[in-house]
């Protein structure tokens, strides 16, 4: 198989839904990137001849060393330039749209020299360790969902979750909510972050009616815990 585009995006689709949830199906894969089965079974079968991925008795595919290579690039890829993007200006809608146009074509030299030329005085941090804060103000302050089409995930112990990634030049406090059709507040989360820039999971109990619909709200508070202050 010639790894083209699309078979980039089946790859980096393995990725993200195996972070979400450790088994991945075909019908995974079809419902994300809203293709046919039959379609998504027949470039499986073309991954799995070329050794980018495995697919066990039960049907379940999984990344091999090679595919989880190529799916790391495009992914990372991915994430920088939308980092770039929206800290120029770009709409969030634009600059993910664009930055998944890109991940599939940008060469080596041009990510090299925006990502560490350009990106050089932003880290990717761990959001568990304290760092002190940045004293430039170069990260802006921004929290983002990043997954348009399945904001809410459900993880196997019944509780929901919601996937972020944030910028912020202080320390602070991250806080989801969500709401029913009626604008009604049913349930909210937080967790404190640290100055940086970082993607989480924020989980949280909440009983979904189905076929309802809800709304999620996120935003950045100021942290009032930080010892640098």
Not at 32 to 60: F, H, Q
């Amino acid at each position: 198989m010639n790894l083209q585009e699309s078979g980039e995006m089946y790859l980096e689709t393995i990725l993200v839904l195996s972070k979400r949830n450790k088994d991945v199906r075909s019908i995974d894969i079809a419902h994300e990137l809203n293709y046919s089965k039959p379609s998504v079974s027949r470039a499986i079968g073309l991954l799995k001849k070329d050794e980018y991925v495995i697919v066990d008795s039960k049907g379940y595919t999984e990344l091999t060393d090679k595919g989880l290579k190529v799916a790391t690039t495009i992914y990372e890829s991915s994430w920088y330039t939308f980092f770039i993007f929206e800290s120029i200006g770009v709409s969030h809608d634009t600059a993910v749209n664009d930055a998944c146009r890109i991940e599939h074509v940008i060469s080596d030299e041009t990510m090299n020299k925006t990502y560490y030329d350009w990106v050089r005085a932003y880290t990717l941090i761990d959001i568990n360790v304290e760092t002190e804060e940045s004293q430039n103000k170069v990260f802006g302050n921004n929290i983002n969902i990043t997954n348009k089409e399945n904001r809410i995930l459900k993880n196997k112990e019944n509780k929901y979750s919601t996937e972020l990634i944030y910028t912020a030049d202080y320390n602070c406090n991250a806080v989801v909510i969500i709401y029913n059709k009626d604008k009604k507040e049913i349930c909210r989360n937080s967790r404190k972050l640290f100055a940086g820039y970082a993607s989480f999971n924020l989980e949280y109990s909440v009983e979904y009616e189905k076929d309802k619909v809800y709304y999620i709200v996120a935003y950045l508070l100021p942290g009032k815990w930080n010892r640098y202050k």
